[in-house]
C-alpha cells in the first residue's frame, strides 16, 4: 500500500460558454438529429465566437483562487490541462495561462492526455510535494473547447462535447477534500482510435476534398474490429471491467474497502455509458453524476471537477463520503481514478 502525499482541495473554480438546448440546436450539426437526442443531453455549452480557452481556462481559475482566498503570487506550481484542440501548434498553453493570471516565474506544466488529464494532474501536484518540500499549493486547471473546425460537437462518439472549464487549488495538508490515491491503465492497442486525420505533421493537408469533419470516428472504430461483432462486444465489455479494475486499484492502493463507495462521478457521457460504469462498480445511478452530464454536456477533462463542485454545493457529499472520480479517455484508451475523501 502506498501512502500518499497529503493534499487536498481547497476551492473549486468553474467557468463556461454559453448554455444552448440540444433540442433547439442539434440541426446545425447532424442532419438527423434523432441519434443526438436519443442520448439523453438537455444542454450543453458553446463558447462565444472570438473567445479562446486561455481565456475560459483564466476565468475558471481566478474563481478557484478567489473561493481559496490565495494570491496567484502564492501559487507553487500551476499545472493545465486542455483535452481539445489548442490555438496553436508548438505552443505550450500552460504558460498562456499563467500569463493571463499573471504569474510570473511560476513553473507550469501542459498535459494533453485527453478527458484523463485532471487526474494526471493531481498526481502530478502529489509527486511534486512529495519531491519538493517548497510546494505546498498547486493550482490545477482543466478546460476543453471544441474546434469546430476539426471535429463536431454532435458527431464525434455517443456524446455532446461541451465548452467549460474547472480549476482546483491544491494544499498540502489540507483536511478536505483529501486525494487518497489513483489508479490507471493504458492499453496501447487502441492507440489509434479516435484521431484525427490530418493536420499533423504525419498529413498535414488533407486530399482534395477531404477534412477532418468528413471522417466518421466510430467508422474508424468499426475498421479496427474488422467489423466482427464478437470483437467489438469484448472491447465494450472491456470498458467497463477496466473502470471495475482501476476502480479497485485506487481503493487498494488507499488502504479502503470498495464498499465505502458513496459516488461515482464519471464522464458527463450519456446516460447508458453512465449506467453501465455504475453497475460496474456496485452503485445505483442515481449515485453518479448522471443528471449533471444531462444538464452540461461533455467537457473532456474538466467533467469531473465540474460535477464534484455540483455535488457540494448541492449537499450531496458529507464529511467522511467516499467518491470516486473515474473514467475513459479518448484518444488512447486510458482509464483512470482518483480517490477522493470528502
Known amino acids: 500500500m502506498s501512502v500518499p502525499v497529503e493534499m487536498g482541495i481547497v476551492a473549486t473554480g468553474t ?3 454559453e448554455q444552448l438546448g440540444v433540442a433547439e440546436t442539434a440541426a446545425r450539426y447532424v442532419s438527423d438529429p434523432t441519434f443526438v437526442l436519443s442520448l439523453g443531453f438537455d444542454t450543453y455549452h458553446r463558447l462565444a465566437d472570438g473567445r479562446t480557452s486561455i481565456e475560459l481556462a483564466a476565468e475558471a481559475a481566478r474563481d478557484a483562487l478567489d473561493r481559496a482566498e490565495v494570491g496567484i503570487d502564492d501559487v507553487d506550481l500551476i499545472v493545465v490541462g486542455n483535452s481539445d484542440i489548442p490555438e496553436y501548434l ?8 499563467a500569463r493571463a493570471l499573471g504569474s510570473y516565474g511560476t513553473p507550469t506544466v501542459l498535459i494533453t492526455q485527453a478527458c484523463a488529464a485532471w487526474s494526471l494532474a493531481f498526481d502530478h501536484a502529489a509527486g511534486a510535494m512529495a ?10 486547471v482543466m478546460v476543453n473547447v471544441v474546434s469546430e473546425q476539426h471535429s463536431n460537437r454532435m458527431a464525434f462518439g455517443a456524446s455532446v462535447a461541451s465548452d467549460g472549464a474547472a480549476a482546483v487549488v491544491l494544499r498540502r495538508g489540507h483536511p478536505r477534500l483529501r486525494r487518497l490515491a489513483s489508479a490507471h491503465y ?14 499533423g505533421s504525419a498529413v498535414p493537408e488533407p486530399p482534395e476534398g477531404e477534412h477532418n469533419l468528413k471522417v466518421d470516428p466510430m467508422a474508424g472504430v468499426y475498421r479496427h474490429f474488422g467489423r466482427e461483432p464478437k470483437q467489438f462486444k469484448a472491447f465494450v465489455d472491456e470498458i467497463n471491467g477496466r473502470l471495475a479494475d482501476v476502480v479497485d486499484l485506487a481503493f487498494t492502493r488507499a488502504g479502503r474497502d470498495r464498499g465505502e463507495l458513496a459516488r461515482l462521478i464519471f464522464l ?37 471537477l465540474v460535477s464534484l463542485r455540483h ?11 467516499l467518491v470516486a472520480l473515474a473514467g475513459l479517455a479518448v484518444p488512447g484508451m486510458h482509464w483512470f481514478c482518483t480517490l477522493i475523501e470528502v
Open 90 to 97: 508548438g505552443w505550450d498553453s500552460s504558460a498562456a495561462v
Open 268 to 304: 458527463n457521457d450519456n446516460r447508458q455509458a453512465i449506467r453501465e460504469a455504475a453497475d460496474a462498480v456496485g452503485l445505483p445511478l442515481e449515485r453518479t453524476n448522471a443528471e449533471l452530464a444531462r444538464r452540461y454536456g461533455h467537457m473532456g477533462a474538466a467533467d469531473q
Open 131 to 140: 519531491l519538493s518540500p517548497e510546494v505546498g499549493t498547486v493550482l490545477v
Open 186 to 199: 493504458t492499453n496501447p492497442e487502441f492507440a489509434d482510435l479516435f484521431r484525427l486525420e490530418y493536420g
Open 311 to 321: 455535488h457540494l454545493e448541492a449537499g450531496e457529499l458529507v464529511p467522511g463520503d
Open 15 to 17: 467557468a463556461f460558454g
